[in-house]
């Protein structure tokens, strides 16, 4: 399966308390957000799937590691081929639960934890596995002017 190209990230984000709300108030087109760790069996899967669904459309693909801090080992981690799907790469900076909380009070941290972002509505989840159906109903949604 050939995906369409993509340029992997270039550094690796700090994901700290500011950087969820941060994240959605700069939020200029559609975004997925994959929340994942570097032992999730279904993550990789799901980066190439919603990379490969994105494909030409104007589209963010957002990767979080959970479990590695940004300096920890940032080579490895733009290295590694899953999360080169991704547009923008960050990593928890803080304590995790702190962390999910932000995100969603009621996510207990299953991964992958995928957040449909879209500008000028409120985020969309769904933990495990998107569908594809679903990712393509999001994919095709109008997208409103927060403004």
Do not use: N
């Not at 270039?10 to 959605?24: C, G, H, I």
């Not at 801090?69 to 999360?83: E, T």
């Not at 702190?98 to 509505?121: E, I, M, N, Q």
Request: charged share 20%; with cysteine; glycine share 6%.
């Amino acid at each position: 399966m050939q995906l369409p190209a993509s340029a992997a990230p270039r550094q690796v984000e700090a994901f700290d308390a500011s950087a969820w709300p941060a994240l959605q108030a700069g939020l200029k087109q559609p975004a997925m957000v994959v929340f994942s760790t570097t032992d999730c069996g279904h993550c990789p899967a799901v980066l190439a799937q919603l990379r490969q669904q994105i494909g030409r459309r104007r589209a963010a693909l957002i990767a979080v590691v959970m479990d590695f801090a940004p300096g920890q080992d940032d080579a490895m981690l733009k290295a590694d081929p899953h999360y080169r799907h991704a547009d923008r790469l960050f990593a928890f900076d803080g304590q995790a639960p702190a962390l999910r909380h932000t995100v969603d009070p009621r996510w207990r941290g299953v991964t992958p934890y995928v957040v449909f972002l879209t500008p000028g509505s409120p985020p969309t989840a769904v933990t495990g596995p998107p569908s594809t159906a679903y990712v393509a109903a999001w994919l095709r949604a109008p997208t409103r002017d927060p403004r």
